[in-house]
């Protein structure tokens, strides 16, 4: 089945609000709108009224199905039970005085509408680089049980071609502990697109070709994943070329259960993962989803601000199915 109508199956009938904290953004409207008509799901939009207002007249948009919430004209009940909630949040963290200036922020109300069940997921980014976007939701709504880092991932489609590429978002610089919590939660996230996982751990050198600290994380990575998920093919250090091409796997990486197959591509620091997901998007003609987070309690998407209306619909869909799965 084609990922989109299975996901668009998944969520059917459940209605599940997503907040967009950007609702001022014509490809925001835009996508909500289609969203709403197409049933499936209740999009929330913050910001002024009047101005989305305008913007949706402009361009011919419905907004009959859509919320529009302007938090900086919410009633004074509202916004302190909105305070309170987050002051007790962040209690240690930040001073009341620091959070009542957080909320001026919509990613930081649109993320405590999450936290506080008031809607399914988030998804914004649109207008806002990825740390001012994801930063909220790592302060506010963190990590699931059992999970030490959230990460980014992207889903890169074409044709009947579907790769998954972590971390392409967040993490700056992990060690070969972090690569391997990564390399092991995105196979399991990569099942969610119906990808069966094979996980190659990236690197500029094929099983020992070179010598460099940065090969030594790798390998080390490789062996921390492989022993917390000994089910599933990971290996590595691996080049591009070794884990996707049959012929020059065999050379390199004789008798690897990934090399030449992989599916899920695991980079050793985000130079190499945002890089690497922009180079197959613009020049490789790849549709790329995301940036999409694992590890998170409950959803919360970014965008690239690059991103146009399809990607926006697109990465609602999935926030409201991950709603669903996580
Ligand atoms: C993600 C990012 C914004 C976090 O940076 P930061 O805000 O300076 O991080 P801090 O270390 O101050 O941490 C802020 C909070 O987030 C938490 N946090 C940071 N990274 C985290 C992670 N990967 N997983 C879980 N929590 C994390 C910290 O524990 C901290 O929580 P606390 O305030 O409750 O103690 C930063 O790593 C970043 O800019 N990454 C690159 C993003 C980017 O530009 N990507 C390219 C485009 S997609
Ligand atoms: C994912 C990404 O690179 O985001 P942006 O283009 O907004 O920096």
Same mark, same amino acid.
């Given at each position: ?9 998944? *969520? ?26 197409? !049933? ?25 199905? $859509? ?11 509202? %916004? ?7 002051? =007790? ?13 957080? &909320? =001026? ?42 999970? !030490? ?20 978002? *967040?993490? *700056? ?17 990569? !099942? ?18 070179? %010598? ?11 062996? &921390? ?12 250090? &691996? ?29 050793? =620091? ?18 790329? $989803? ?37």
């Amino acid at each position: 089945m084609e990922l989109f109508d299975s996901l668009k199956q998944k *969520i059917s009938g459940l209605n599940k609000t997503i907040v967009f904290p950007e609702g001022e953004d014509v490809r925001i409207i835009g996508a909500a709108s289609r969203l709403a008509a197409d !049933k499936l799901l209740q999009p929330v939009l913050l910001g002024n009224v009047d101005t989305i207002k305008a913007t949706a007249a402009d361009k011919g948009f419905d907004l009959s199905d $859509l919320t529009l919430v302007d938090p900086t004209n919410v009633s004074a009940d509202e %916004k302190q039970k909105m305070l309170d909630a987050l002051v =007790e949040r962040r209690k240690g963290k930040n001073t009341p005085e620091q959070a009542s200036k957080m &909320l =001026e922020d919509p990613n930081y109300w649109g993320t405590m509408m999450v936290y506080l069940g008031e809607a399914d997921g988030m998804v914004s980014g649109a207008a806002h680089p990825t740390g001012d976007t994801i930063r909220p939701a790592l302060q506010i709504i963190k990590t699931k049980p059992g999970v !030490k880092r959230i990460s980014g991932y992207f889903v890169l489609l074409k044709d009947d071609k579907r790769y998954f590429f972590a971390d392409s978002a *967040i993490n *700056i610089d992990l060690d070969a502990e972090g690569i391997a919590e990564v390399a092991v939660e995105s196979a399991q996230t990569a !099942k969610l697109y119906d990808i069966d996982p094979k996980v190659a751990l990236l690197s500029f050198s094929t099983k020992g070709s070179a %010598k460099a600290d940065v090969v030594t994380k790798m390998q080390e990575a490789t062996k &921390l994943a492989q022993a917390a998920a000994p089910d599933v093919p990971i290996d590595g250090e &691996l080049q591009f070329d070794a884990a996707v091409v049959p012929e020059v796997a065999a050379s390199k990486a004789p008798g690897s259960p990934v090399a030449g197959q992989a599916n899920v591509f695991i980079f050793p =620091e985000l130079d190499s993962g945002n890089i690497g997901y922009k180079i197959a998007q613009r020049l490789g003609g790849f549709e790329a $989803l995301g940036p999409l987070l694992q590890g998170l309690n409950k959803p919360v998407s970014d965008l690239s601000r690059g991103a146009n209306e399809e990607d926006v619909y697109k990465v609602a869909i999935i926030t409201a199915m991950q709603s669903v799965e996580l």
